[in-house]
């Protein structure tokens, strides 16, 4: 991650983008930085419906798409004139354009559409965010559950690089937005292996429990780093995922870090980190060990 990068904004011109770019604009006004518009578009699907008949006339869509990011420069320009825009428009797959910008980005902001009855964030946010190399914000409001203006900045810590990557980028995001910040460690009930249960987790509340002491020792250091940071900490008994996703109801922000597997660092995401994102509702960054 670039801390000098700009703020890159995935817009599809559906309903939902508006509120996306509301988001990425007010990050990139609270981080001094500049704005990257960028529209991807998928021309793979042409050539798949005709076999190896190319499809002429594309250049209709392109133009369409840079006429779409130049009107949205043009009213940034007017309402935020300190805000450096540029547009670009890319062709090919969503998640492979997303992540070559993400090598020089700070951010990383795309949107999800609300969430209603049993819908959840679309495979595109959970793949950006699983091959992403910056942060990446995936961005969901509930109508049901509005932000309160003393909400807090919620994130999980575990003790993994990935989590206290998490808990640096959640303080400052707090910081900068004047909120306070709730961090959560959480941990399950573990299964009795001579089928009588389950063994109850070590009790939270021990002051002397390694993790107790580890857990309050990640909220001491954050306040230290940023002064004036309201830091608050909640040990539960619950599924990290569960806990972060009701816990993080109607929060500001939920920040999760992800400890991927696969081939090479941040190929996927982690399970908690990937149930968290299909299930908030309201915006969430994702962040790697590596960024």
Known sequence: MRADGPVVVALDGTEHSAQT??????EAVRRRASLLLVRALDDAWQVTAWSWYPVVGGS???????????DLASSLAEHHPGVPVETRVMHGQVVPCLRE??????????????????ARTG???V?????????VAVVRSDPDHPTATDAAVVVGVDGSSASLAAARVAAREAWMRGRPLLVVHARPTIPDPFGRGSVPPLA???????THRAAHSVAESLRAENDGLTVELALVDDDPADALVGLGTGAA?????SRGLGTFRGMLLGSVSHAVLRE???PVVVVHDNG
């Open 60 to 70: 209709d869509v392109d133009t369409e798409a840079k006429a779409y990011l130049e």
């Open 204 to 210: 939270t509340a021990d002051e002397d429990d390694p």
């Open 253 to 257: 922000l939920l920040v999760v870090g």
């Open 123 to 125: 495979s595109t946010g």
């Open 101 to 118: 910008l993400s090598f020089g980005a700070q951010l990383l902001v795309l949107g999800a559409h609300a969430r209603t009855g049993r």
């Open 127 to 135: 793949h950006v965010a699983a091959h992403a190399r910056c942060p």
């Open 280 to 282: 908030a509702t309201v």
């Open 21 to 26: 770019l509301r988001w990425g604009v007010d």
